[in-house]
Each structure stands twice: as C-alpha cells, then as structure tokens.
C-alpha cells in the first residue's frame, strides 16, 4: 500500500514546515455525518482527534485530557459551542482554558463570524465543510500560536 501525500490531503494545504503530526484536537458536534467527516479530514493529517457528541460530553472529556486545540459546532441541542466554550475558559482547573478554538458551523453571515470572535474564538470554519478551510485555520493558529 502506497502512501501518496498528494492524494491524502487536500490540495495546496500542507507543507512540510506546518505539519499538523501529533496535534490533539477535540472535535465537538451533534450531527454524526459532520462529525465524522471532520475526524476522517483531520486523521488524514495525523491529528490525534477525540470527538463528543454534546456540550456535556466534551466537559467531562476536557477534564481528562489535555489538547492543543478544539472545534465546536455552534448550534447544538442543550448547550451550544458558545456556552461550551464560555465554561471551559471560565475552569480554572483545566489546563484546555487558554487553548486556540474554533467554530465550525453553518451559520455563515458576517455578524456570526463577528459573535463567534467575541465568544472567544480565534477561527471560524462554515458547513458544509472544506477540507482545506479546515485545514489552513488550524494552521494559521498553530503558526500563530
């Protein structure tokens, strides 16, 4: 088996200065499509993903694990990416409170970009999802970082 870069990843993303090789990242989204299709994007880069289907789920898994950066889904039931974040920067205790965060979600407008950067997220990411979209807002916030 042939293990061909170019046919892996998306086009004109990656390089060999930005590898995304051992990042931890948490992946959190009700729908079950959208969450695997970013799991399967991000594993293609070697990323070590841990995913959570709910706002819960993904407080109880930040309290076991350390990451170097999370994705949220905006608009989930019971509690959104907004209010998940808010709780996770607000824990003292974890040491995922100050990590770069960003939202993925299919409200795209200009003033919902605006209140995601004001909640506290440092990339915004629009569904249906890219790859390389994906991809270049996590490496240009661990350039960044």
Same mark, same amino acid.
């Given at each position: 088996?042939?293990?061909?870069?170019?046919?892996? +990843? %998306?086009?004109?993303?990656?390089?060999?200065?930005?590898?995304?090789?051992?990042? +931890?990242? #948490?992946?959190? *989204?009700?729908?079950? *499509?959208?969450?695997? #299709?970013?799991?399967?994007?991000?594993?293609?880069?070697?990323?070590?993903?841990?995913?959570?289907?709910?706002?819960?789920?993904?407080?109880?898994?930040?309290?076991?694990?350390?990451?170097?950066?999370?994705?949220?889904?905006?608009?989930? %039931?019971?509690?959104? !990416?907004?209010?998940? #974040?808010?709780?996770?920067?607000?824990?003292?205790?974890?040491?995922?409170?100050?990590?770069?965060?960003?939202?993925?979600?299919?409200? !795209?407008?200009?003033?919902?970009?605006?209140?995601?950067?004001?909640? /506290?997220?440092? /990339?915004?990411?629009?569904? %249906?999802?890219? %790859?390389?979209? =994906?991809?270049?807002?996590? #490496?240009? =916030?661990?350039?960044?970082?």
């Amino acid at each position: 088996m042939s293990n061909n870069s170019e046919e892996q +990843h %998306p086009q004109n993303v990656t390089n060999s200065d930005n590898s995304l090789d051992g990042l +931890h990242i #948490l992946v959190v *989204d009700d729908n079950a *499509d959208s969450l695997f #299709l970013t799991t399967c994007v991000l594993e293609s880069y070697d990323v070590q993903v841990t995913t959570a289907t709910s706002g819960a789920e993904a407080l109880e898994i930040v309290e076991k694990f350390k990451f170097d950066m999370l994705i949220f889904d905006i608009a989930m %039931p019971d509690m959104d !990416g907004f209010t998940l #974040l808010k709780q996770i920067r607000n824990n003292e205790l974890t040491e995922n409170r100050n990590i770069p965060a960003i939202a993925l979600t299919a409200l !795209g407008s200009e003033e919902d970009l605006k209140m995601a950067l004001k909640s /506290g997220f440092q /990339g915004y990411v629009n569904k %249906p999802l890219d %790859p390389n979209m =994906l991809i270049a807002e996590i #490496l240009k =916030l661990t350039v960044d970082s």
